[in-house]
């Protein structure tokens, strides 16, 4: 099915057809409408989201099912559903109304202080995992997989590492896709947000101030979380980050996996048609390969809590591994 076709009239149709009460409230694209999602503010106090394509669809169900139980439990405001669109107007596929949340998408020249904001950040994912996982929705399509083990993008990653060739370090690449495949998971299930991205954390005065987009949300390993630690902190902040959230060595191997994992794929597809995507890809995986490189030069070091062989989970036994959309 191809992409749906969504602007402000389509959204103002929707919203005006099943619900009427808002009928009259002004419909304006955000500045940062995101990939998976077109997203619209609805008068001052809420958003709409349409996802994108078919891929997002599962996500809708997801959100509003766990949302409203998660909000009360964590530190910083998420967003909350307050209605829930069907198909209409042309559009096919079900869309959210959401309350609106105050607050500019993350940037180093927005943040005060990097140090107190990966410690923010930090908390906020401790008290996501504490959260009880009860029957909370495992690693799966809803996801694209994250929270499980990286070994679903194995394949993916040594194309783009092969892609590549000649304009990254393939062989250190290699090396930190490896280890980080080798760090298997063996713990208890927690929840994750799934894209700690910086579009997916609001500043307001120069700190954060929430945290949005949990499609890609669910159960299971919280590696992919501490993605964040590469593509916006450094130095340290990134230390302070790693120390809030005590990330052992294994988590964080898998963390650079999956932080660099989507940084080849981004690279690979955009070297040649989008400067700056790719430069931005490239700033990730320089940072992502230095900091294995200093983990393996460290005085002591050793690999410690890896285990070479992938224990899979009965969700992830018979999935095929899937082209993770942009997101």
Not at 102 to 128: K, M, Q, V, W, Y
Not at 185 to 211: C, E, Y
Request: aromatic residues 8%; glycine residues 10%.
């Amino acid at each position: 099915m191809p992409r749906p076709s969504i602007d402000a009239s389509l959204v103002s149709r929707l919203v005006a057809a099943q619900f009427p009460q808002w009928a009259d409230l002004a419909v304006t694209p955000v500045e940062f409408s995101g990939w998976d999602n077109r997203t619209f503010r609805l008068g001052e106090d809420m958003t709409v989201r349409l996802p994108s394509d078919e891929g997002y669809t599962r996500q809708v169900d997801k959100e509003h099912r766990w949302l409203p139980i998660l909000a009360p439990q964590l530190p910083l405001p998420i967003p909350v559903p307050v209605a829930k669109g069907v198909p209409g107007e042309g559009y096919p596929f079900g869309w959210s109304v959401y309350r609106w949340l105050d607050g500019e998408n993350a940037s180093i020249d927005r943040i005060d202080d990097l140090r107190e904001f990966a410690t923010t950040l930090a908390g906020f994912l401790a008290a996501l995992q504490r959260i009880d996982p009860g029957d909370g929705p495992p690693p799966g399509e809803h996801s694209f997989f994250r929270g499980g083990p990286l070994e679903t993008y194995d394949a993916e990653t040594r194309r783009a590492i092969d892609r590549l060739r000649g304009q990254i370090a393939s062989d250190t690449a290699t090396a930190v896709w490896e280890t980080a495949i080798a760090a298997t998971w063996h713990g208890t299930p927690v929840w994750f947000h799934g894209d700690v991205d910086s579009g997916n954390l609001l500043v307001r005065d120069g700190g954060l101030a929430g945290v949005i987009d949990f499609g890609c949300s669910g159960v299971g390993d919280p590696a992919c979380d501490v993605t964040i630690a590469w593509t916006l902190l450094s130095g340290e902040s990134r230390a302070a980050f790693r120390t809030a959230l005590c990330v052992d060595s294994a988590t964080w191997a898998r963390g650079r996996g999956w932080a660099l994992w989507k940084a080849l794929i981004t690279l690979a597809e955009h070297l040649d048609t989008n400067p700056v995507q790719a430069a931005t890809a490239r700033r990730v995986i320089d940072h992502v390969l230095a900091d294995h490189q200093r983990s393996t030069r460290r005085p002591g070091s050793r690999r410690t809590g890896y285990s070479a062989t992938l224990n899979r989970p009965g969700w992830l036994r018979n999935a095929l591994p899937v082209r993770a959309l942009p997101g």
